[in-house]
C-alpha cells in the first residue's frame, strides 16, 4: 500500500478545531491570505485570498479553499533529499533549445518528484484541511481543483499561467496528495523549464504552493474567460467575456469557439445594459465529470444542438460577470496605483445558478506602460489574389511565408524560423515550435485559446479558429496573413507587398476643423478609435445589415410571402438563437451600431440610416420577394423614400428601434442620426414624422437628426432644410453624379466624373454658407478631401465644420497636410 493510503487509515477521525488550524505549519486557508503574500502562497492563491477578504462585500463569490505553502514545496523536496539530484539532472542542460535534452532532463526531475515520500506532517495537514473543506460544504469527499501557484507567477512582467498542471474534479483523501505530488512535479514541465530559463528565473528560486479549491459544478453550466480590456486592441473601455458549456478548460484548450461578449465599462457603471456584442460559438463540445473513473477525472461529450444555437450567459449574466470583472480591475487598480487591466476565469454553478469567480491574475500584454505617443501602422500595398480562410485575428501585423502543417509538436524539425504554422490547435508543449513562427494559424480556438494567448505574448500575428486550415492549405505554399483588419484575420494567397510605418503623433499637425472617420465594419471600430480623430463623420449601417443580418428585414417580417424552402431554412438557421425574429435584426443592428458608438465614446458618432438600392437589397436572403427590379437604382427607391413608405415603413421601424436600443438601452448618447437621399422638403418632413412614431424624436433625450447633402435641390434649398434639421453631411459622390449628370459607376465616363468641378464646388460652398447662417452643422464624408489637397483647403476656407475621410486615409492626409 502506498504511504499516502497508510496515512489516510491514521487521519480519518482528525478534526480541524480553531487551535488545530492555528497549529498548521503548511495550510493557509484563502481567507487568511492576501498579495502580500505571494512569496508564501504564489500568485494565484493570494489573489483568490484577496478577493475573498477584500471583494466579498462587493459582490465578489469566490469558492472557498486552501493553500499548500511554498515551505511545503521545499520541506517535500527536503524530506526527500532532491536538492543535489534536481541539480545534476541541470548540469546535463546546457541549451534550452535542444529540445531532446530538454525532455530528458524536465523527466527525469519530474520522475524524481512524483516518485518522493509524502512527510507524514504535511500529509496530515492537507487531508486535515479537506476534511474541512468538505464539511463547509457538507460534503463527505469534496470535488476539488488543485491548481498550481508558483511564487514568480502572475508578475507585471511575466505571466506564467499555463506553465504548471491543474487538476479538476479530485474526489478523497488519496485522489487529492497524489494530485499534489504531480502538481510539484510539473513545475518541471519543459515548458516551465524553458520559460524560466528565458525570463530569467532561477529554478531554485522558485517554489510551488498549491491551491485546493471547491470546484464550482460548471460541467452542469457554463465557464469561461473574461478580460477587463479588449484583448487584441487593448481598448480599455470594455469587459471581455468568452463563454461555453462545461468546464472551461475546453475554451483554454481551443477545443471550442465560443461565445464572445463585449460590454462597454462608461454606461455599465451608470446602470445600463451596456452589452454591444454577442458573437455565438459553436460549442460543439464540453468538458464534465466523468463518474467513477478514477484515472480520466473529466471527460469530452457532445453538446446537443439545440443548446449550440442559444448563447450559454442570458444577458443580466453577462452584465453581472461584467461588473465583477470591474470590480476586480478597480481594487487592483487601487492597489498597484495605476490601471491594471486583469484576466479572470469565472464558471457558473449548473445546482446554484450562481456565478463564482475562479481566478483573477493581471493581464500582462496590455497591462504594460504603453507608449501613446506613437502608432504603428500597416497597409498592403496591392490588393490580394485570393482570399483563402478567414479567421479571429491576434495581433495587428501582417507577414508573408511558407506554410508549414504540422500535426505533432515533435515535428518542430520541420518548422524554420518565419514559417507559417499551420496545426489544428496548440497547447503549452507547442511553445517551443512557436516561437519559430513568422505566423501561426489554427483550425480551432477563439481568442483566449492557448494559440491566441501564446501568439499575443511572443508578438506574433495569428489566426485561429480558421476552420479546415490544416486541409486547405497546402505544405510549402507561401500565403500573407493580414491581422491588420480587425478582429477578422485574413490567410491570402502568395506573397503580398505590404509597409509597417510607425507614427509619431505629436508630429501630426493640427488643422483648423474637426476630421472624423468614416466606418463600415464594427470589428474594426476598437482598433480606430485610436486615430487621432474628433469621431465618426459617417457609420454606415449597410456593413451590419449585410455581415452580420444577411436577411432583408420584410422577410423576417412576412415570412409567409416566402416560398423557396431552401430560403425559409437558412433564415431559420441564421437566426436560431431567437424565437422573435424580428428582434434578432434590432439586435444585430443595436449591437453593430453600439461598437462602433462605444468605440469612440464621448465623440459624435454620425449613424447613416439604411441607403441600400434595391438591387443591393434584392442581394439579402429573401429580398427578390419584396424589392422592385428598377432600371436605375441608383437614382431609384433608395434613402429617405423607403423609410415612409408603404413597402417598406415596417422595416424601418427595425432600424429605428435598434438606434434607440444603442441610446436608451446602452446608454450611448453620442450616436447622432443622419438620412440619406432627402430629396425634397416634404419628404424630409416626412422622415422625421416616422421616427418619431417609433420613438425617435429629435432632441429627446439630446438626439440630433442631420441630413446627407448629396442631391442640388439639398443645396438650393438649405435655408429650407435647415428647419428640419440640425445639419448636413455633403455626400461628394453622389452631389457630383446628380450635379453633372454622370452615372459614377460608368468606366467610360470615368473622366468627366470630378468633384473639383465649378458647378459641384458652388453648390458644396452653398450648402456650407447655409449651415453656418443658421448655426447648423456641416461636413463632408466623401474620399474627395484626402484624394485632392487642394479640396480640402477649399472646404476649409468655405467654413466647413468636419472633414470625415475613411480610416485609411487620416495618417496620410494629415502627413499631406505638415508638408
Not at 387 to 405: A, F, N, P
Not at 442 to 465: D, F, K, M, Q
Not at 566 to 582: F, G, L, M, P, V
Not at 706 to 733: Q, R, Y
Request: aromatic fraction near 8%.
Amino acid at each position: 500500500m502506498r504511504y499516502a493510503s497508510l496515512v489516510l487509515l491514521s487521519i480519518v477521525t482528525i478534526q480541524l478545531n480553531a487551535g488545530d488550524r492555528a497549529n498548521m505549519k503548511f495550510i493557509r486557508w484563502f481567507e487568511q491570505i492576501s498579495m502580500r503574500d505571494v512569496p508564501e502562497v504564489g500568485g494565484k492563491n493570494a489573489s483568490l485570498g484577496e478577493m475573498i477578504s477584500t471583494l466579498s462585500h462587493e459582490g465578489i463569490t469566490v469558492p472557498q479553499g486552501f493553500a499548500v505553502t511554498a515551505d511545503a514545496y521545499w520541506h517535500f523536496i527536503d524530506h526527500n533529499k532532491l536538492r543535489e539530484p534536481i541539480k545534476k539532472a541541470f548540469e546535463q542542460l546546457s541549451d534550452i533549445t535542444n529540445l531532446e535534452a530538454l525532455k530528458k532532463t524536465g523527466n527525469a526531475v519530474r520522475k524524481l518528484i512524483v516518485q518522493g515520500e509524502m512527510p507524514k506532517d504535511l500529509c496530515d495537514e492537507i487531508i486535515a484541511a479537506y476534511h474541512e473543506l468538505s464539511k463547509r460544504y457538507q460534503q463527505e469527499n469534496a470535488d476539488v481543483a488543485v491548481r498550481s501557484s508558483a511564487t514568480a507567477e502572475d508578475l507585471p512582467t511575466a505571466s506564467f499561467a499555463g506553465q504548471q498542471e491543474t487538476f479538476l474534479n479530485v474526489c478523497g483523501d488519496d485522489a487529492l496528495l497524489q494530485a499534489y505530488k504531480k502538481d510539484l512535479a510539473s513545475l518541471f514541465t519543459d515548458r516551465s523549464i524553458a520559460y524560466r530559463t528565458e525570463k530569467g528565473f532561477d529554478h531554485f528560486e522558485v517554489a510551488l504552493s498549491v491551491g485546493v479549491q471547491k470546484m464550482v459544478r460548471s460541467d452542469k453550466a457554463c465557464a469561461g474567460v473574461a478580460f477587463s480590456l479588449d484583448t487584441e486592441s487593448g481598448f480599455k473601455d470594455v469587459v471581455m467575456i468568452d463563454a461555453s458549456y462545461g468546464l472551461g478548460e475546453a475554451i483554454v484548450q481551443g477545443i471550442v469557439i465560443p461565445d464572445e461578449f463585449l460590454v462597454f465599462k462608461p454606461t455599465l457603471k451608470e446602470g445600463y445594459s451596456a452589452i454591444i456584442k454577442k458573437q455565438l460559438g459553436d460549442k460543439k463540445i464540453k468538458i464534465v465529470y466523468n463518474e467513477g473513473d478514477p484515472d480520466e477525472l473529466v471527460h469530452e461529450v457532445p453538446v446537443p444542438t439545440e443548446d449550440q444555437l442559444k448563447f450559454c450567459l442570458t444577458d443580466e449574466e453577462v452584465c453581472e460577470l461584467a461588473q465583477m470583472v470591474m470590480t476586480i480591475e478597480a481594487h487592483y487598480s487601487e492597489k498597484k496605483g495605476a490601471w491594471c487591466p486583469m484576466d479572470v476565469e469565472w464558471g457558473k454553478d449548473g445546482d446554484d445558478g450562481k456565478l463564482y469567480i475562479l481566478q483573477a491574475r493581471p493581464e500582462t500584454i496590455h497591462g504594460q506602460e504603453q507608449n501613446t505617443h506613437f502608432m504603428t501602422h500597416y497597409k498592403l500595398l496591392a490588393t490580394p489574389k485570393k482570399v483563402l480562410l478567414t479567421g479571429e485575428s491576434i495581433g495587428k501585423q501582417i507577414v508573408s511565408g511558407v506554410v508549414r502543417v504540422i500535426e505533432s509538436a515533435a515535428q518542430i524539425d520541420q518548422v524554420a524560423h518565419g514559417d507559417i504554422l499551420v496545426t489544428d490547435m496548440t497547447d503549452p508543449d507547442w511553445v517551443p515550435i512557436m516561437k519559430r513562427a513568422g505566423g501561426i494559424i489554427t483550425n480551432r480556438g477563439g481568442r483566449t485559446c492557448h494559440a491566441a494567448i501564446v501568439s499575443r505574448e511572443l508578438g506574433i500575428p495569428a489566426i485561429v479558429g480558421a476552420e479546415d486550415a490544416t486541409s486547405m492549405l497546402k505544405d510549402g505554399a507561401i500565403v500573407t496573413i493580414d491581422c491588420s483588419q480587425g478582429n477578422k484575420g485574413f490567410v491570402y494567397e502568395g506573397e503580398v507587398p505590404f509597409e509597417e510605418e510607425v507614427i509619431e503623433l505629436k508630429k501630426l499637425p493640427e488643422i483648423p476643423v474637426k476630421l472624423m472617420v468614416n466606418i463600415a465594419d464594427p470589428d474594426r471600430a476598437l482598433h480606430l478609435s485610436s486615430l487621432p480623430v474628433s469621431g465618426v463623420g459617417l457609420a454606415r449601417i449597410e456593413f451590419i445589415i449585410t455581415n452580420a443580418i444577411k436577411i432583408h428585414p420584410m422577410a423576417l417580417l412576412h415570412p409567409e410571402k416566402i416560398t423557396d424552402k431552401k430560403i425559409k431554412q437558412e433564415i431559420e438557421r441564421i437566426t436560431a438563437a431567437y424565437d422573435d425574429k424580428k428582434q434578432f435584426f434590432i439586435d444585430q443592428l443595436a449591437l453593430g451600431i453600439g461598437r462602433i458608438a462605444a468605440a469612440f465614446y464621448p465623440r459624435e458618432v454620425i449613424v447613416r440610416l439604411s441607403d441600400f438600392k434595391s438591387n443591393e437589397y434584392r442581394n439579402l436572403i429573401g429580398g427578390k420577394y419584396f424589392e422592385p427590379v428598377e432600371e436605375n437604382p441608383m437614382i431609384g427607391f433608395r434613402g429617405a423614400s423607403r423609410y415612409y413608405n408603404e413597402r417598406y415603413r415596417e422595416a424601418f421601424a427595425f432600424e429605428c428601434a435598434a438606434v434607440k436600443k444603442v441610446r436608451d438601452e446602452m446608454g450611448l448618447t453620442n450616436v447622432t442620426v443622419m438620412i440619406p437621399f432627402v430629396r425634397t422638403l416634404e419628404e424630409g418632413k416626412l422622415v422625421l414624422e416616422e421616427m418619431a412614431r417609433n420613438g425617435l424624436k429629435k432632441g429627446e433625450n439630446g438626439l440630433r437628426v442631420i441630413m446627407m447633402c448629396e442631391i442640388p435641390s439639398n443645396a438650393v434649398l438649405v435655408d429650407e432644410f435647415s428647419k428640419f434639421f440640425d445639419g448636413f453631411s455633403i455626400g461628394s459622390n453622389d452631389l457630383t453624379q446628380l450635379t453633372l449628370g454622370v452615372d459614377r459607376d460608368s468606366e467610360i465616363l470615368a473622366s468627366e466624373f470630378d468633384e473639383r468641378d465649378p458647378a459641384v464646388k458652388k453648390l458644396i460652398a452653398q450648402a456650407i454658407a447655409g449651415a453656418r447662417r443658421h448655426h447648423k452643422y456641416s461636413g463632408i464624408c466623401g474620399q474627395a478631401p484626402s484624394d485632392y489637397p487642394e479640396f480640402a483647403q477649399f472646404l476649409i476656407d468655405q467654413g466647413i465644420e468636419s472633414i470625415s475621410l475613411n480610416p485609411d486615409s487620416v495618417i496620410p492626409f494629415l502627413q499631406a497636410r505638415a508638408k
